[in-house]
């Protein structure tokens, strides 16, 4: 039994004889109860319902029968508003507003939708307008059944379900309006809706209320959420374009849910029977051959680079394959291909890359929806810090603060990554400065981090410089030798870390929980001195191609860290030491001439040819 209703049922003696009223308390209008919907036993969700300290024991020698039939009326439409304050909360019908706004500006005047925009107590239901109440029943209540028949039309006389008995009392007022005055089965529906909600007060209020009927309409929802996907418009785009196209280009900041897209595209693929392949930056010709009736749906995400711009050498022969996609063999092939904005922006300005100039193909990731924003935030704070501490204050922010934080977002991150920041690190959230420069902020947090809780700076900054730690592996040597990490101390300490961590699908690894977490670290790092040679010597190649550029680089994006003079003989070290050579084809770091030059001093004259024709 619910905890609430137990303690209200036995702290009846405290409150004075029965009836009596406590001159302390505000008057309330039922006595909650648990009780049946359709014989099946029900209790309240403790989300939604109103608090029972304002919920009055009434006097037990009330007569319905002794009342008009206007009284009886009057009560059923208040139980419509019971009803609703049972089951959807002041929040949820806050997110309704947004969730639901086009449908609802649509079906009632602004005046009837302002007391909702407002609401802001239990007490603000009353005010609620007797349709929009009815409305929001039928529509938004996930615990509600519809009645047999469905919502519009008189339910049968054996369906008793709290559905039915709604559309019911919508039915005899809309009659009553009609000037009818003898209804059926009024009786047995208030002893259903008492046995569920409890009394109405013998003094409720009975006012002429008009002879407006209650419409009865369907609301939808600005967008819906399908296997925790929230099916944006950017999202259902791209599914009807590759309808019409052989490939599309999903173009946005970082964070904005392009790797989201990916994965949800490749599963409305693969129940159609398609062969899913996945690559990471590059594609090749090879990829895009289709067997004869075959179908084949290509995903490849962070083309060109997961941070930057990256594989310099092998550009051309990403070119090759954009340039022939149309040419997959002889079955059918669908290419869905995510890139930043920033690496999109600079191949934009090459003539050569000229599968990325046609607009048609593109689909833009930066623009979401109030609804659509409201729909991501809530998922990802269910996931989030503040569900496993249910005493944080994070719980009860409202989603109009989120929707004014956003604001000032300068566009270079996604809305969905700054949620999703704000969902596991709060203090970014209160500071509307950190939105402006997310970066930044994160290079505090391991600056505090490297200072109070070095043990676990360094767990971070060992998984940011591998990509993935596999649970079970022996850690490289240089992980304990250098920053004191072991298997041992990553186990123990990981649950310290659930803000930048998260685990692989298959259980075996764990790894940044977003892209910017790396760069954040990376930057930090590469900036103190203490760490700067770690990283140089250490940090998965590829990070380092896609992020080091020279200081007169004239494409420098938001996500680019400059090569110092001090950084040279490391990085050269490494190229030569691990025969590396290649990455530096065509790279921009070519053309600083200091790198370059210590870099040729130390390469067989054999190699430097291949890298520098």
Not at 125 to 141: E, T
Not at 410 to 438: C, M, R, V, W
Request: proline share 2%.
């Amino acid at each position: 039994m619910n905890k609430r209703i137990r303690s209200l049922r036995n702290n009846r003696s405290d409150r004075g004889s029965v009836g009596k009223k406590d001159d302390n308390e505000d008057s309330a209008l039922m006595n909650v109860t648990t009780g049946t919907d359709g014989g099946a036993t029900y209790e309240a969700n403790d989300t939604y319902m109103e608090p029972f300290h304002r919920v009055q024991v009434l006097n037990e020698q009330f007569s319905w029968n002794n009342k008009d039939v206007f009284w009886k009326l009057t009560a059923l439409r208040y139980y419509l508003m019971v009803t609703l304050k049972h089951y959807i909360g002041i929040d949820e019908l806050k997110d309704v507003t947004v969730l639901f706004k086009t449908s609802l500006l649509q079906h009632f005047k602004e005046s009837i939708l302002k007391e909702l925009y407002d609401i802001n107590s239990w007490d603000d239901y009353a005010k609620l307008d007797i349709s929009l109440v009815y409305n929001l029943l039928r529509n938004v209540c996930k615990h509600i059944t519809s009645p047999t028949r469905g919502w519009g039309y008189d339910p049968p006389s054996d369906d008793v379900n709290l559905g039915a008995d709604i559309e019911r009392i919508r039915s005899i007022w809309n009659r009553y309006c009609d000037s009818e005055t003898e209804f059926m089965h009024l009786d047995d529906i208030f002893v259903r809706m008492f046995d569920r909600f409890g009394k109405i007060s013998e003094d409720v209020e009975v006012q002429d209320s008009g002879s407006e009927k209650i419409m009865s309409v369907e609301l939808k929802p600005e967008c819906s959420v399908n296997d925790r996907v929230v099916l944006t418009k950017a999202i259902k785009l791209v599914l009807s374009s590759l309808k019409k196209e052989t490939f599309v280009i999903v173009k946005g900041a970082i964070g904005s849910g392009k790797t989201t897209c990916l994965k949800y595209v490749d599963e409305h693929y693969r129940g159609n029977q398609w062969e899913v392949k996945w690559k990471e930056e590059i594609i090749t010709s090879s990829d895009l051959y289709v067997q004869e009736n075959k179908k084949l749906l290509l995903c490849c995400d962070n083309l060109f680079g997961a941070y930057n711009r990256g594989q310099f050498a092998s550009t051309s022969e990403i070119i090759k394959a954009l340039e022939n996609l149309e040419k997959g063999g002889y079955g059918e092939l669908k290419v869905v291909l995510a890139i930043h904005d920033h690496v999109y922006d600079e191949l934009q300005k090459s003539p050569n890359v000229k599968a990325l100039q046609n607009k048609r193909v593109v689909v833009d990731f930066n623009e979401f929806s109030d609804a659509e924003m409201l729909l991501i935030f809530n998922d990802q704070r269910k996931q989030g810090h503040c569900t496993r501490d249910r005493r944080c204050p994070f719980r009860n922010v409202d989603f109009r603060s989120i929707q004014d934080t956003l604001k000032v977002n300068s566009g270079q991150i996604g809305d969905p990554l700054l949620t999703l920041l704000y969902s596991n690190l709060h203090d970014l959230f209160n500071k509307k400065e950190a939105t402006q420069n997310i970066v930044r902020e994160l290079c505090i947090i391991y600056q505090n981090m490297s200072e109070e809780t070095p043990e676990l700076f360094h767990i971070l900054f060992y998984i940011m410089m591998v990509g993935i730690h596999k649970l079970k592996n022996k850690l490289p040597d240089w992980a304990f030798e250098l920053i004191g990490i072991s298997n041992e101390k990553v186990e123990q300490n990981v649950c310290h870390l659930d803000a930048f961590l998260v685990g692989r699908i298959d259980g075996q690894g764990l790894q940044m929980k977003h892209n910017l977490f790396n760069f954040a670290l990376f930057k930090f790092c590469a900036d103190h001195t203490k760490y700067q040679s770690i990283l140089l010597q250490h940090c998965q190649f590829q990070m380092i191609e896609e992020i080091m550029r020279p200081v007169s680089y004239s494409t420098q994006s938001d996500f680019c860290v400059v090569l110092k003079e001090e950084m040279i003989p490391v990085l050269v070290s490494r190229v030569v030491g691990q025969n590396l050579h290649m990455f530096m084809k065509s790279h921009p770091l070519m053309d600083q001439s200091d790198f370059t030059e210590s870099l040729r001093n130390k390469t067989p004259p054999n190699v430097w040819k291949k890298i520098t024709n």
